[in-house]
Structures are given as C-alpha cells and as structure tokens.
C-alpha cells in the first residue's frame, strides 16, 4: 500500500513523501515562500522504479498546491516535463512567470 503526504522541517523547506510497504520508496524536494512552491528533485528509490511513483509524488504535490492556493515553480526536470506535456491539466497551478 502507497500512501504519500507533503512534510515541512521548518517555514520554507520539505518535501513530498512517497512510503510503500513501510518504506520510504522516493520523495520531491520542494521549498515554499511567497505563496509559490518551487519543486526542485523527485527521485524514486532504485527497487521501485517503474511502478508510476513519480506520478503518484506529482499528484500529492499538485493536491497540495490547489488546497493551499499556491502555484508551482516546476525546476525539477520531471515535473517541468509533466507540466509541458499536459499544460491543460497544470494550468491553474503552473507558475510560468516566476523568473520575472
């Protein structure tokens, strides 16, 4: 059973947690400021590899964002490459003037 959940160590940083059986199976590195959440890594561990955890990570990034009201500064290359490839799907959380 996968469950995952967004966990903060202080006001700014956290991640997005993914446990499987137990185990924590892969995570994304995010920071927050600014009503804005800056996703910078995603990385699933080795032996779960191939079983959509990485998607999974994204939709508990994307449902935090929307409860919160915050947009999301894709630097992470995976979550950039989601974004561009379903624009539509992301639009309203899709933070594409944050290097302004």
Request: glycine share 8%; with cysteine.
């Amino acid at each position: 059973m996968e469950n995952t959940k967004v966990v903060f160590r202080d006001h700014i940083h956290g991640e997005v947690q993914l446990i499987s059986d137990g185990v924590q199976a892969g995570k994304m590195d995010l920071a927050i400021t600014g009503g804005r959440l800056a996703v910078f890594h995603t990385e699933v561990n080795p032996e779960f590899e191939g079983r959509g955890f990485a998607k999974l990570l994204l939709e508990e990034l994307v449902r935090y964002a929307r409860e919160q009201s915050l947009t999301i500064i894709p630097l992470c290359p995976y979550v950039n490459a989601q974004f561009r490839r379903h624009p539509a799907q992301y639009e309203d959380v899709w933070n594409k003037d944050w290097h302004r």
